[in-house]
């Protein structure tokens, strides 16, 4: 099994800047596929980026191309979202979630979640 904790979330204003982290803990946790979630109010879960175990491959959704990055550290278990140029639209729960597919899944593990909130 394995166990993920994400980290970093909070306000931020438009066309600010937030890095999420998403630890990882458990069996063979470096060898899965990554993804970041989002869900925000009133609204489904989407995929908002993915990369493979890796770190070769990665996926974007097409509302943050070239404004989110996503990387991981195998030595440190962490895989990060780095977010930039925030819009209040990316207002919203965050999530990681792991995957032997990539890029869309299944997914089998989740974490809690972080809130990320951009104000106008």
């Known amino acids: 099994q394995v166990q993920l904790v994400e980290s970093g979330g909070g306000v931020a204003q438009a066309g600010g800047s937030l890095r999420l982290a998403c630890a990882a803990s458990?069996?063979?946790?470096?060898?899965?596929?990554i993804g970041w979630f989002r869900q925000a109010p009133g609204k489904e879960r989407e995929i908002v980026a993915a990369?493979?175990?890796?770190?070769?491959?990665?996926y974007y959704a097409d509302v943050v191309k070239g404004r989110f990055t996503i990387s991981r550290e195998n030595v440190k278990n962490t895989v990060y979202l780095q977010m930039n140029s925030l819009n209040p639209e990316d207002t919203a729960v965050y999530y990681c979630?792991?995957?032997?597919?990539?890029?869309?899944?299944?997914?089998?593990?989740w974490g809690q979640g972080t809130q990320v909130t951009v104000s106008s």
């Open positions: 458990g069996r063979t946790s470096s060898s899965y596929n």
């Open positions: 979630a792991c995957s032997t597919s990539f890029p869309l899944g299944p997914y089998d593990y």
């Open positions: 990369i493979n175990w890796i770190g070769t491959r990665t």
